[in-house]
């Protein structure tokens, strides 16, 4: 596979995405996005905090990681499980309770503008260079077939 055609493949998957989305939230704001208007099941909203936190890094590295780590990897799935609890049983709460959308909004309301565009900011960074590894890796697992 040539570069071209790996450059070619990535920008129609993009382009794909854009056209999925153009289509899919012409009428919906950023409350719908995140809240879905509070009528959300719980299974959908549990499948989804794990999706988000999976990725197909994962599926192509954790499994030869875990067997060389001799399963100390099992230390991540249970900080997971500790973490999921702590978003449902106190971040929901006070999300609902002070209706706010995001972590952002609430860092701005209890502690200042300086920490939301901290947190943002932040958040932006890990989100780039985290897509970044992940694209680099597909490039390489491309690479070899």
Known sequence: MTASHILLLIGGYFFLLLLISYFTGKNDSNADFFKAGKQSPWYLVAFGMIG????GVTFISVPGWVESSQFS???VVFGYLVGYFV???????????LNVISIY??????????????GALSFF??????????LFLVAIVLQQF
Request: no cysteine.
């Open 52 to 55: 988000a936190s999976l990725s």
């Open 73 to 75: 990897y099992m230390q």
């Open 105 to 118: 909004e609430y860092l701005k309301e209890r502690f200042g503008i300086v920490s939301y565009k901290v």
């Open 87 to 97: 978003v449902a049983f106190i971040l929901m709460p006070i999300y609902y309770r």
């Open 125 to 134: 960074i890990s989100r780039v260079l985290g897509a970044s590894f992940r």
